[in-house]
């Protein structure tokens, strides 16, 4: 799809997954036992055929470089176009922009030098499986200025309330945005828009001394443009505070949302050449999602295992999130903890969270 | 371009007859093993890992399978700008000649490959053994011996000896003789069809034997007598470690149980020796409230409902609710409906075990391995009994 470019912007998305996030970018959380955050809208990306990626990184994304590399897992470490992480790095002293409009006015190349006519620009807080050659389709359909792509939340939750809100009348049209929080209309922070528009705007924004890309862009100017709603259906989560993160983790244990997460299109993400899992005579594994290279001679229920974690004879874990290469050794107890990477609970430990409000362990800490 | 000090020729184009219908659409080496790999990975990993970056594969039955998942060869970092990874089959030349003939054949085809860069020694694998090797050492010993040729070989039982190519040696390891298959093994060190070359030395040797009208251009037979003849210096090199041929259903089965013990002799877990292999891409495996897993391998992409007890499931294998797998191999995508029992079996890739099947029952533990495959559909059924 030489139609659409894609730009993935971190810079308004707030580091707020509390240890998580310590020394880490939001996109870089690990996910669903082998995943970043950013891997769900990269494939996305991938799958609906874009072949240039920008990524607007502000701080913490030492773990996203390392993650995404030249973009191979994409298919984007490509001769012409493929992948472009764009740090903070800027000395144009005529520069008067502020806010995420820094990175616009100081990669302008990328957008000059792209071959797609179309824009598809996106945060990373919102999992999806979002096609997006089907939301530009409709966005050509509609001959709209700028097409938001949302969702109709079928309950709303806590992390539903800073997300925007939009009105969508009957023909498709969006008639107001908003942040009404009663309205289960979610924003996924994804719109398409003209490249020579966006452009356009940004640099009417610039000027103007605005400094964030959808509020002073497209909200401030609502009723200037034609803009249009694609409602995606599917597998939606947003990921903007621990007690989400937590929670939807766990979701992923029912099968239907595995499925629907998983089943349409692979998820891609770095390789590590991990061996299966492995399951030991006293193992006792139910309700869990389980990455390559684990050794598990426990009892786990209800928790998600990343790759290569070790759990040792008699340790019990319940409702927990586990991260790559941690080790729970023999009669350790875990309930309603996130460990980070690298972690080590010693013999016989005992951890407890609150099903709300899980307890966080820090990368590298021994226990 | 800089002289290489080594360049590894593996050959991959054996069908693998007695692996039946594994091997039917595919190479014996493109045959899975142990949840996640491919026989050939082993070797591939073991030359990246000694610091190998020219691999010739040489290739000839049912190659397509095998040409697609070596690519470009970037899983095993041999996708390299001096050297990597080429696939090699057979061409027609200008005397006719098309097929390679036998092992020796295969590389003498290939002189002008190998000749490109000039290298000072020669290693010669196959494709159809799993094992953790450092070839790096073996090629240490191999010039601190001077030796024209190194044999790699690994000790075996006196009764094993008779299926093997027996290496008789001096105390310090020097080769006075070779004996394929010997009624009456004189030595137990057998070979595991690893040589190290030196390059002038076997290029001589391939030319020489052309002009042997009796020759079955194999190195077994046919190179190493003849360099033995001519009183070379050919020194075995004493592997230690896991070695394992998984040339029938039976031994394959085996290779993939010694997987399962806590501490098992192939440590595939080791992060200084990792295993290379083409990752497909999947979710984290998902195992139901009402499953229960035991003393088994599954890989990513797997949803587990039923029992798994010592068995090893590949990629994307499903098992239904009430379904009992033991002393299993499943390869992937297999899809095993409910109520299901499957025991001491090989089912191949992307069959589908309709619900309450029957194959093998806790009985017959001495029983053959059933290997469950379209192919086998005839003995399927007979295996296969649909419980009412």
């Not at chain 1, 690298?342 to 021994?366: C, E, F, H, N, S």
């Not at chain 2, 070596?70 to 899983?75: A, E, K, L, R, W």
């Not at chain 2, 105390?171 to 070979?191: G, H, N």
């Not at chain 2, 390059?199 to 190493?224: A, C, Q, V």
Request: some cysteine.
């Amino acid at each position: 799809m030489k139609q659409l470019m894609g730009v993935i912007n971190l810079d308004h998305e707030l580091d707020v997954l509390s240890e998580l996030t310590y020394f880490r970018c939001g996109a870089a959380v690990p996910f669903a036992g082998r995943y970043r955050l950013i891997d769900f809208v990269m494939s996305n990306m991938m799958h609906s055929g874009v072949e240039d990626i920008a990524l607007f990184v502000r701080r913490k994304y030492r773990s996203l470089l390392d993650h995404l590399g030249e973009g191979g897992p994409w298919d984007l470490d490509r001769k012409r176009g493929g992948l472009f992480i764009l740090p903070p790095d800027w000395n144009d002293p005529s520069d008067v922009s502020v806010g995420e409009l820094q990175h616009i006015y100081n990669n302008q190349n990328f957008f000059a030098r792209g071959p797609a006519q179309y824009i598809i620009h996106s945060g990373s807080q919102h999992l999806s499986s979002v096609d997006f050659s089907e939301a530009y389709e409709y966005h050509i359909k509609q001959g709209a200025d700028v097409t938001l792509i949302y969702t109709k939340a079928e309950e709303l939750l806590p992390e539903h309330r800073p997300c925007v809100r939009l009105d969508v009348n009957e023909e498709g049209i969006v008639t107001d945005i908003h942040h009404e929080h009663d309205n289960t209309n979610i924003y996924m922070d994804m719109f398409i828009m003209e490249k020579e528009l966006f452009l356009q705007l940004m640099k009417q924004c610039i000027a103007h001394q605005e400094s964030h890309v959808f509020r002073d862009a497209i909200q401030k100017n609502r009723h200037k443009l034609k803009i249009a709603g694609y409602e995606y259906q599917g597998y939606h989560a947003v990921i903007n505070s621990l007690e989400s993160y937590y929670r939807n983790s766990l979701d992923l244990l029912e099968q239907e949302k595995y499925q629907s997460l998983f089943s349409a299109q692979p998820v891609l993400t770095k390789i590590k050449y991990e061996v299966p899992a492995k399951y030991l005579e006293s193992a006792d594994v139910r309700h869990s999602l389980v990455a390559n290279g684990c050794q598990i001679d426990g009892t786990v229920e209800n928790s998600v295992l990343f790759r290569g974690v070790k759990v040792k004879e008699g340790a019990r874990i319940h409702n927990s999130i586990i991260m790559q290469k941690c080790v729970i050794e023999e009669n350790a107890v875990l309930e309603n903890v996130i460990l980070d990477k690298d972690v080590v609970i010693t013999a016989g430990r005992k951890l407890q969270g609150d099903t709300r409000k899980p307890y966080v362990v820090a990368k590298d800490m021994v226990i | 371009m800089k002289r290489k000090k080594v360049v590894a020729m593996l050959l991959a184009g054996g069908q693998g007859k007695r692996l039946k219908s594994l091997t039917r659409t595919l190479a014996k080496p493109a045959v899975y093993f142990g949840g996640t790999y491919r026989i050939i990975d082993f070797p591939l990993s073991n030359c990246s890992n000694s610091g190998i970056d020219t691999v010739g594969v040489l290739t000839q039955y049912e190659p397509l399978v095998l040409h697609s998942y070596i690519g470009v060869g970037s899983d095993w970092d041999l996708d390299r700008k001096n050297g990597g990874v080429f696939v090699l089959p057979p061409y027609e030349r200008e005397d006719g000649t098309s097929w390679y003939r036998g092992t020796a054949d295969a590389i003498y085809r290939n002189l002008k490959f190998i000749e490109q860069y000039n290298p000072e020694h020669v290693l010669i694998l196959s494709g159809d053994h799993i094992y953790k090797m450092n070839y790096d050492t073996m090629l240490d010993y191999h010039i601190e011996k001077n030796a024209d040729c190194t044999i790699s070989v690994i000790d075996v039982t006196p009764e094993e000896a008779t299926r093997f190519g027996i290496l008789n040696t001096e105390e310090d390891y020097r080769i006075y003789e070779f004996e394929e298959k010997p009624a009456q093994p004189k030595s137990t060190l057998a070979s595991m069809g690893v040589y190290l070359f030196k390059w002038e030395m076997l290029r001589n040797y391939l030319l020489m034997n052309l002009n042997n009208p009796d020759t079955s251009h194999d190195f077994g037979k046919d190179i190493i007598p003849l360099m033995l003849g001519e009183d070379r210096t050919l020194y075995a090199y004493p592997f230690q470690g896991y070695w394992k041929d998984v040339g029938t259903i039976q031994s394959l089965w085996e290779a993939n149980m010694d997987l399962l013990s806590e501490n098992p002799k192939l440590d595939l877990n080791d992060p200084r020796w990792r295993i290379y292999t083409r990752n497909p891409n999947q979710p984290a495996q998902y195992i139901a409230p009402e499953a229960k897993v035991r003393n088994c391998m599954i890989n990513e992409g797997c949803q587990v409902y039923g029992e798994v007890d010592h068995s090893v499931l590949f990629y994307g294998v499903e098992v239904g609710q009430g379904s009992v797998i033991t002393d299993s191999v499943i390869m992937p995508k297999v899809k095993i409906g409910r109520n299901v029992t499957i025991h001491r079996a090989i089912v191949s890739e992307g069959m589908v075990i309709p619900d309450g099947a029957v194959i093998g029952t806790d009985q017959d533990n001495d029983q053959e391995i059933s290997l469950i495959s379209e192919d086998e559909i005839g003995n399927f059924s007979a295996k296969v009994s649909p419980s009412l």
